[in-house]
């Protein structure tokens, strides 16, 4: 077995040190082993995660980048604290991070933690804890009362500008669709006779322009959406 040194400035926190090394022997947990850096263990945990998607992979580059240009990058994830993830999660956050942005991380960081757990490289996970101190940066975005889409409709379909698209509208507003699940739509996912849609892909662009497509966002997005008499009048229309 390979020896190892431990230093320490004082006896007393060399003292702590060997307390340390006992308390994660009792657990299994190898001091060594726990060396490795905080950004390494998120690399290694996003290295096992394949066959994501292409949004799912531009969110763990763009939180790699941020652990990566982090103070705590190097940190060994044996001296992870949650106290160092939180300062850093409000730094962030003064330096204009959106509260969306760092919660993504934040699922990131929790990930690779409890991977590194799950090694027997940390005694436990530092990274499960609630954001709940973060100031919460969304924006309010209210939904349209159901008078307000009436008299949006009555528009789109009475304007000559806009009537070509106003069953797009339409269709969006009934169903609850996302944009790129009705891009995706195709003819044999719409049944005329049982008045139904089925959602299962959606048409994707990269920022390359190149356009991929993709399942729902999770399972519970693979639905059956029923169709209104109008609704499905308008859709055979179109």
């Not at 090394?21 to 082993?33: A, F, P, R």
């Not at 096992?48 to 994830?77: D, E, M």
Request: one cysteine or more; charged letters at 25%.
């Amino acid at each position: 077995q390979k020896r190892v040194t431990v230093y320490a400035k004082t006896l007393n926190e060399l003292r702590e040190k060997e307390k340390e090394i006992d308390s994660l022997k009792t657990l299994g947990v190898s001091y060594l082993s726990g060396s490795i850096s905080f950004l390494s263990i998120v690399e290694q945990y996003i290295e096992t995660k394949r066959n994501r998607s292409y949004n799912t992979i531009q969110n763990y580059k763009y939180a790699v980048k941020n652990i990566a240009n982090s103070p705590i990058a190097s940190l060994a994830v044996r001296d992870l604290k949650r106290s160092h993830l939180k300062n850093w999660y409000l730094k962030l956050q003064e330096n204009g991070a959106g509260s969306g942005k760092i919660r993504m991380i934040h699922t990131v960081v929790r990930g690779a933690c409890q991977a590194a757990m799950d090694d027997l490289l940390i005694p436990y996970n530092p990274a499960l804890f609630s954001l709940s101190f973060l100031k919460n940066t969304a924006k309010h975005k209210p939904a349209m009362l159901p008078e307000q889409q009436k008299h949006f409709l009555e528009f789109l379909y009475t304007s000559k500008r806009w009537k070509k698209r106003a069953f797009i509208v339409e269709l969006l507003l009934c169903t609850g669709m996302r944009i790129s699940e009705l891009c995706g739509l195709r003819f044999k996912d719409v049944d005329f006779k049982s008045q139904k849609l089925s959602i299962n892909h959606q048409l994707l662009r990269e920022k390359s322009g190149r356009f991929y497509i993709s399942p729902p966002k999770t399972n519970a997005g693979s639905r059956i959406i029923p169709m209104s008499d109008k609704l499905c009048a308008h859709f055979q229309e179109f």
